[in-house]
């Protein structure tokens, strides 16, 4: 799932970025705010790749129980500003296997840590 969401941010593919994503899925934003419809994640994913930051991840190993998958992944995103940090989130996703066998998220906390 991992190296599939890392090409979709790398070619901007923002159509495969919601593939990933069952239809009713849940995303938790920092601050509680929730997306629960595709359009809104499409702009949230639109405006990570405008904003043009390039990140670097490593998935946690997967942990699954028949269709249900618990993954994390440890992103470095570069600072925006000269002398700044560069900022390490960690994610949590819960997806569920799909009868062709793919995998697609149910709930999505991209800053989980």
């Given at each position: 799932?991992?190296?599939?969401f890392?090409?979709?941010?790398?070619?901007?593919?923002v159509?495969?970025?919601?593939d990933?994503?069952?239809?009713?899925?849940?995303?938790?934003?920092?601050?509680?705010?929730?997306?629960?419809?595709?359009?809104?994640?499409?702009?949230?994913?639109?405006?990570?790749?405008t904003?043009?930051?390039?990140?670097v991840g490593?998935?946690?190993?997967?942990?699954?129980?028949?269709?249900?998958a618990?993954?994390?992944?440890?992103?470095?995103?570069?600072?925006?500003?000269a002398?700044?940090?560069p900022?390490t989130?960690?994610?949590?996703?819960?997806?569920?296997?799909?009868?062709?066998g793919?995998?697609?998220?149910?709930?999505?906390a991209p800053?989980f840590?």
């Open positions: 799932m991992h190296a599939t890392a090409k979709a941010m790398q070619d901007h593919d159509d495969a970025l919601l990933l994503f069952e239809p009713n899925a849940i995303t938790a934003l920092p601050h509680g705010t929730q997306l629960t419809a595709t359009d809104a994640r499409r702009d949230m994913f639109t405006g990570l790749l904003a043009g930051t390039g990140m490593t998935q946690r190993t997967a942990l699954i129980a028949d269709e249900i618990l993954t994390s992944t440890t992103y470095t995103i570069p600072a925006d500003k002398g700044a940090a900022t989130v960690t994610t949590a996703e819960v997806s569920r296997r799909q009868p062709d793919s995998w697609r998220v149910v709930f999505d800053a840590s």
